[in-house]
């Protein structure tokens, strides 16, 4: 399981120009970390951080912890595994 923090619910927004008709877009890019293992199992001293972006309507997630959805993984086009993070939230462990 690969834990992600997200530390801040804002996002920041790339606006550019469509190559189709050249009419205004915006990408929504929001940022976590990745506490990840190394080739060896070992982790990081720090969660490395990395940005994402969301889907046109899709609201930033909350501040909290999540996890990677198992549908974050796919085979693109090359026949490559590769990841696009679908993030599922940590619930709290009961008491």
Request: proline share 9%; glycine share 4%.
């Amino acid at each position: 399981m690969i834990k992600v923090t997200v530390a801040q619910a804002t996002f920041e927004t790339i606006d550019y120009k469509s190559k189709k008709d050249g009419s205004p877009q915006q990408l929504r890019k929001q940022s976590a970390y990745a506490h990840t293992v190394d080739e060896n199992g070992d982790k990081p001293p720090f969660p490395e951080k990395f940005s994402f972006l969301l889907n046109r309507d899709q609201k930033p997630f909350a501040v909290g912890e999540y996890t990677l959805h198992p549908s974050a993984f796919f085979i693109d086009r090359d026949g490559s595994l590769a990841c696009r993070p679908r993030l599922t939230p940590v619930l709290p462990a009961k008491s």
